[in-house]
């Protein structure tokens, strides 16, 4: 791996395991760091649904800043969701 990529060790993954109030099947939900060169750059959430009348979808959260400090000023989140949309396979 080239040192100047970003990268997640999958190692360090977090796993958790919810369960959805409608439908009671499984929410999984892992979250991680991201880094380059050793240094934190961005943390990602990432929330996989079961449900068992609708496609299964999942929901990414990324949280991009400085890892390094107290302050959260220059941190910047966008999400996205994975998944087909109704109607519209």
């Given at each position: 791996?080239?040192?100047?990529?970003?990268?997640?060790?999958?190692d360090?993954?977090?796993?958790?395991?919810?369960?959805?109030?409608?439908?009671?099947e499984?929410?999984?939900?892992?979250?991680?760091?991201?880094?380059?060169?050793?240094?934190?750059?961005?943390?990602?959430?990432?929330?996989?649904?079961?449900?068992?009348?609708?496609?299964?979808?999942?929901?990414?959260?990324?949280?991009?800043?400085?890892?390094?400090?107290?302050?959260?000023?220059?941190?910047?989140?966008?999400?996205?969701?994975?998944?087909?949309?109704?109607?519209?396979?």
């Amino acid at each position: 791996m080239n040192p100047t990529e970003l990268a997640a060790d999958l190692d360090e993954r977090q796993f958790a395991r919810y369960e959805c109030p409608c439908c009671e099947e499984p929410i999984e939900r892992t979250w991680n760091m991201v880094t380059r060169d050793g240094i934190a750059y961005a943390a990602y959430f990432a929330n996989s649904y079961h449900h068992t009348d609708q496609a299964h979808d999942t929901w990414i959260d990324v949280i991009l800043g400085t890892w390094d400090t107290e302050s959260a000023d220059d941190h910047v989140t966008f999400g996205c969701r994975v998944g087909p949309v109704q109607s519209n396979p």
